[in-house]
């Protein structure tokens, strides 16, 4: 079991659900550093990322995506949302940031081409110093996700999902899986997620894990697992995402490797 407690109040009621999830400060400082390392190796360099094959930068601990101006696609842009959250906790952006309106990189040749910049210095120190906010906007992702999650489901589908939800959130280890998944791979709701009408997000692997599951957390990393294979093989042959398969099934084992 990790180190980090992460204080949470969860509620379920029937089908219709209060969730609350509340992160202390400190902890709010370990899992941001967990997800750091997950995404960025833990560097300062991993803050600011554009991958081979993507149309997108990678921003921040959890390598939000950021689409440069007209650019369109089927994964959620999530970098304008927490910069909205940021700004809100009084996070002092620096000044060009602060008045883009976009992405400012066309490519990711212009993207590298300025990876030594002021602009780009900048932005790096700020998301350095921001990774403890960043984790609480993505705890509350977590938190808005789960009605989202259950808006199209069966009953049969929203109990099964309460209860494998609950039991996960239930310890540390199994609230962070969730946490960094959701970050990871999405919620899962969004129609244009899809390879093939197959989805890859946190809805799509608990739909797979029996409610009555011995061990939900490995078998939610086994889901996941399956998920993600499948999103490989439904994926354009032109992307090759089977470049990142390798290092997508070794995150998902640290869910449960000891600290």
């Known amino acids: 079991m990790r180190s980090y407690v992460i204080a949470f109040v969860l509620s379920l009621f029937s089908l219709s659900r209060a969730f609350s999830l509340s992160i ?17 190796a833990g560097t300062m360099e991993g803050l600011t990322h554009w991958n081979k094959g993507e149309n997108f930068a990678s921003l921040g601990i959890g390598h939000f995506i950021w689409f440069p101006t007209e650019t369109k696609e089927p994964f959620q842009e999530t970098f304008p949302a927490l910069l909205h959250f940021l700004r809100k906790q009084g996070a002092a952006l620096p000044n060009w940031l602060n008045s883009s309106s976009g992405c400012p990189w066309q490519s990711r040749e212009a993207f590298y081409a300025d990876i030594h910049s002021s602009k780009m210095e900048s932005l790096r120190q700020f998301l350095f110093d921001t990774r403890s906010l960043q984790a609480i906007f993505i705890a509350n992702r977590l938190e ?45 709701t969004s129609p244009k997620e899809r390879y093939k009408g197959q989805g890859w997000g946190l809805l799509q692997v608990l739909k797979r894990i029996p409610p009555s599951s011995e061990d939900p957390l490995i078998d939610f990393v086994q889901s996941a697992k399956t998920v993600l294979i499948q999103r490989i093989e439904n994926s354009p042959p032109e992307r090759h995402e089977e470049q990142w398969l390798k290092g997508w099934l070794n995150r998902l084992d640290t869910y449960t490797a000891p600290a």
Not at 149 to 154: Q, R, T, V
Not at 171 to 181: I, N, Q, T, V
């Open 24 to 40: 202390a400060a400190e902890d709010a400082q370990k899992v941001a550093e967990n997800i750091w390392k997950n995404e960025c």
């Open 144 to 188: 808005d996700a789960l009605p989202q999650m259950m808006e199209n489901c069966s009953q049969k589908e929203k109990k099964g999902i309460t209860t494998v939800f609950n039991r996960l959130s239930q310890k540390p280890d199994g609230l962070y899986a969730l946490l960094d998944y959701l970050n990871f791979k999405g919620s899962g």
